[in-house]
């Protein structure tokens, strides 16, 4: 949804752009009627007041972006953002914590220590309802030799989905706006051949997302660009 929004935004600026040279190209050619030149400016026109409401839409998502992190980061301790990462990217909100932090070494299970900061994270989620919420584990490229894991992917799906289960069992997230994921080995942010590389590779995800459906309508009703056939 926010990719969609903010693709649509660059794709209505382009169009705009495209517009506007072709105008430029009528009145210095004088090549056209008056009637296609006006049809041509009221294209402008409408095109200018659709991109107008997509960055309207765009800076609302982005504040509540920045409220949602500002609340998160003020309730950690300096330890917690130790062991955690916060980015917004393209309007999404990564939450990205180290396997340390949740789980006991080599399993699935959510540690003790776990339990304060999955809370302040589930406050956030129950905060801003209008989110979606993907959990998503990663490992290093280790294999996995405990039994009835076949291999990463597994390890990586079962730690996503325990930490769904735990947002939804005792914290009260709505089990709708979760899904578990898990991408293995195969989504690195470092170098798995160091052992700071692999602790960095082994992190789970909790990756919010507006619901941007209210935005939806506004970006289909784009205006219609027929500038090609000038």
């Known amino acids: 949804m926010v990719s969609s929004l903010e693709d649509r935004l660059a794709e209505a600026r382009r169009n705009n752009e495209e517009l506007r040279e072709t105008l430029s190209q009528m009145l210095a050619q004088n090549s056209q009627g008056n009637v296609n030149i006006g049809k041509l400016v009221d294209e402008i026109n409408a095109s200018n007041r659709f991109i107008q409401h997509l960055v309207q839409a765009k800076n609302r998502s982005d504040s509540l972006n920045l409220v949602m992190v500002n609340n998160l980061t003020r309730s950690l301790t300096r330890e917690e953002t130790q062991d955690m990462d916060i980015q917004v990217l393209k309007g999404v909100v990564y939450i990205s914590l180290d396997d340390k932090m949740l789980y006991r070494s080599g399993s699935y299970e959510i540690s ?35 039994q009835n894991i076949r291999n990463n992917w597994d390890l990586s799906v079962l730690r996503g989905s325990s930490v769904v289960q735990a947002l939804q069992e005792t914290y009260g997230v709505d089990p709708r706006r979760l899904t578990a994921a898990g991408r293995g080995e195969y989504n690195p942010i470092a170098s798995n051949n160091t052992a700071t590389g692999k602790e960095r590779n082994r992190r789970t995800q909790v990756i919010l997302t507006p619901n941007l459906d209210q935005f939806m309508d506004l970006i289909e009703q784009a205006p219609a660009s027929s500038f090609d056939r000038y």
């Open 112 to 146: 003790d220590k776990a339990g304060e900061i999955l809370s302040k994270i589930a406050k956030i989620i129950q905060d801003y309802r209008d989110y979606d919420v993907l959990v998503e584990g990663n490992t290093d490229t280790d294999p996995i030799t405990r």
